[in-house]
């Protein structure tokens, strides 16, 4: 049971808000109005859950996992965070006896511990900050991101489709066997690998958790919308960006980090594909999106030396275009229910 000193700062206020009890003779309206001043004072904002509890939310500080005072700053916390404990991933963090394979379970929410801190950042991105305003209160009641805040959002954002960030090391591949009969009680990841670990399929789903914030419908429209009103990101600036950092990204080396590129590309093709297609996009966030492929595959058409990778994706964005009905690309690999509310 949760002491008083123990609740968050803006439950006390609500407490003394719902059953403070005033002098005989005070107004009543008056002392609770200085309760609701109190807290605009001291920044304690409400925001209901409908602002915050869904892909696409473009509230700046309505975070449903909202660590830290900044939540675009707090993502790039949880991302440090992530990589510390990847390279300290090993089988101490099961009990001796336990089968290796029970560690697929623990990986799974650390390899994505950026997971929701990424939900609330991407916020920002096309996003607002606004409030409960009323008559007379004294608060702004809407104002547009600022748009260095939005690209360093975005940025922040981008980061989890490098590469590097979608590395498995090979000492984290080799210890994770096929599950163990009759444990399989835990969160795997989705694969196409049979009972194998698919670490090809750990990185889908970890990228197509980050592309669809950037592609949201309702994100995109308001990159639309907001975008021509003042110096903020628009959605061909996001695109852009999105297209620079997987299609435009340096070829890797290593042939297992290829494979990740090609699989953050297709994730990305894709998934532009889908939402151009979907009744949910405007007709100006489909233009877009149209145009971008378009441009994409006239680029790979180009190249002398295009891959196998890379001219099926043009051949299907083509047949996309010419036939958008029976072309669609299949989902990508999703990534299993756990949201921590």
Same mark, same amino acid.
């Given at each position: 049971?949760?002491?008083?000193?123990?609740?968050?700062?803006?439950?006390?206020?609500?407490?003394?808000?719902?059953?403070?009890?005033?002098?005989?003779?005070?107004?009543?309206?008056?002392?609770?109005?200085?309760?609701?001043?109190?807290?605009?004072?001291?920044?304690?904002?409400?925001?209901?859950?409908?602002?915050?509890?869904?892909?696409?939310?473009?509230?700046?500080?309505?975070?449903?996992?909202?660590?830290?005072?900044?939540?675009?700053?707090?993502?790039?916390? @949880?991302?440090?965070?992530?990589?510390?404990?990847?390279?300290?991933?090993?089988?101490?963090?099961?009990?001796?006896?336990?089968?290796?394979?029970?560690?697929?379970?623990?990986?799974?929410?650390?390899?994505?511990?950026?997971?929701?801190?990424?939900?609330?950042?991407?916020?920002?991105?096309?996003?607002?900050?606004?409030?409960?305003?009323?008559?007379?209160?004294?608060?702004?009641?809407?104002?547009?991101?600022?748009? @260095?805040?939005?690209?360093?959002?975005?940025?922040?954002?981008?980061?989890?489709?490098?590469?590097?960030?979608?590395?498995?090391?090979?000492?984290?591949?080799?210890?994770?066997?096929?599950?163990?009969?009759?444990?399989?009680?835990?969160?795997?990841?989705?694969?196409? &690998?049979?009972?194998?670990?698919?670490?090809?399929?750990?990185?889908?789903?970890?990228?197509?958790?980050?592309?669809?914030?950037?592609?949201?419908?309702?994100?995109?429209?308001?990159?639309?919308?907001?975008?021509?009103?003042?110096?903020?990101?628009?959605?061909?600036?996001?695109?852009?960006?999105?297209?620079?950092?997987?299609?435009?990204?340096?070829?890797?080396?290593?042939?297992?980090?290829?494979?990740?590129?090609?699989?953050?590309?297709?994730?990305?093709?894709? @998934?532009?594909?889908?939402?151009?297609?979907?009744?949910?996009?405007?007709?100006?966030?489909?233009?877009?999106?149209?145009?971008?492929?378009?441009?994409?595959?006239?680029?790979?058409?180009?190249?002398?030396?295009?891959?196998?990778?890379? &001219?099926?994706?043009?051949?299907?964005?083509?047949?996309?275009?010419?036939?958008?009905?029976?072309?669609?690309?299949?989902?990508?690999?999703?990534?299993?229910?756990?949201?921590?509310?």
């Amino acid at each position: 049971m949760l002491t008083y000193k123990e609740l968050a700062e803006y439950d006390k206020l609500a407490i003394r808000y719902a059953y403070e009890q005033f002098p005989p003779g005070a107004d009543e309206a008056e002392e609770l109005g200085k309760i609701v001043q109190e807290s605009l004072d001291r920044g304690l904002l409400f925001m209901a859950h409908n602002n915050n509890n869904f892909v696409g939310a473009g509230h700046q500080f309505a975070g449903v996992w909202d660590n830290g005072s900044n939540l675009v700053d707090h993502l790039k916390h @949880e991302i440090e965070v992530r990589r510390i404990g990847l390279e300290n991933f090993g089988p101490a963090l099961i009990r001796n006896g336990e089968p290796l394979s029970t560690l697929e379970y623990v990986l799974l929410p650390l390899y994505m511990h950026h997971r929701f801190q990424l939900n609330s950042a991407a916020q920002s991105i096309g996003g607002a900050d606004y409030k409960y305003t009323v008559r007379g209160d004294g608060q702004t009641p809407f104002a547009i991101i600022d748009g @260095e805040e939005q690209r360093d959002a975005l940025e922040a954002v981008l980061s989890t489709l490098s590469v590097d960030f979608l590395t498995l090391p090979r000492n984290i591949l080799d210890l994770i066997p096929p599950p163990a009969y009759r444990y399989t009680q835990g969160e795997p990841f989705l694969g196409r &690998t049979g009972l194998l670990f698919d670490t090809l399929g750990a990185a889908e789903g970890s990228a197509s958790l980050s592309v669809k914030q950037l592609l949201h419908p309702a994100r995109m429209a308001r990159l639309v919308a907001y975008g021509s009103l003042g110096d903020y990101p628009d959605l061909e600036e996001v695109i852009d960006r999105l297209l620079e950092v997987t299609w435009d990204a340096d070829s890797p080396d290593d042939d297992y980090k290829m494979q990740l590129l090609h699989v953050v590309q297709r994730v990305t093709v894709d @998934e532009m594909m889908v939402q151009a297609s979907s009744a949910d996009s405007s007709g100006a966030v489909k233009a877009v999106l149209y145009d971008r492929l378009d441009k994409l595959a006239n680029q790979i058409e180009r190249r002398r030396n295009a891959s196998a990778h890379q &001219t099926a994706a043009a051949a299907d964005v083509r047949r996309w275009q010419h036939r958008p009905e029976n072309s669609v690309p299949a989902p990508a690999l999703r990534l299993p229910p756990g949201d921590p509310i």
